[in-house]
């Protein structure tokens, strides 16, 4: 048993990072698609005629998704955008019908709830946010 506790410890907070970089590499891509037109998608506004608050949620889904990507101010980022997700699934799914699978919004409640899950965990072991703080911490060790 103590072997695989020692696996669980070892592998947790990598895991950790493999769900973030999934996470953000795959959000990045719905602020791609409304902001730039990449990847094509069924006929949908340009950014040019975009409401202002798809554009606002375009730029935090791409831009955001980066930052998670990285692992770059993931826990603060991940709160914001998991808020983002609410906000889109109310406004935009919900009125759908009460069931996720009934209004579409199946996709915004994984992501509000993986972004939330990551706005408590952090970003990981192979994250930036790790990265430079444990360079901080060692100057201040100094």
């Given at each position: ?49 975009l ?20 692992g770059?101010f ?14 889109a ?11 996720p699978l ?41």
């Amino acid at each position: 048993m103590a072997d695989l506790n020692t696996f669980y410890a070892t592998w947790t907070p990598r895991f950790l990072s493999v769900l973030r970089i999934i996470a953000g590499f795959l959000f990045i891509w719905h602020g791609s698609q409304k902001l730039f037109g990449f990847p094509p998608a069924a006929p949908a506004p340009t950014s040019d005629s975009l409401p202002p608050i798809i554009l606002v949620a375009a730029v935090l889904e791409f831009f955001g998704g980066l930052l998670i990507l990285f692992g770059l101010f993931t826990r603060p980022v991940a709160f914001l955008l998991s808020g983002l997700m609410a906000v889109a699934y109310f406004m935009a799914h919900a009125p759908g019908g009460f069931l996720p699978l009934q209004n579409g919004g199946e996709t915004a409640v994984l992501y509000c709830f993986v972004f939330l899950f990551l706005s408590v965990a952090g970003g990981g072991e192979w994250s930036l946010d790790r990265l430079i703080w444990t360079r901080e911490k060692l100057k201040l060790e100094e």
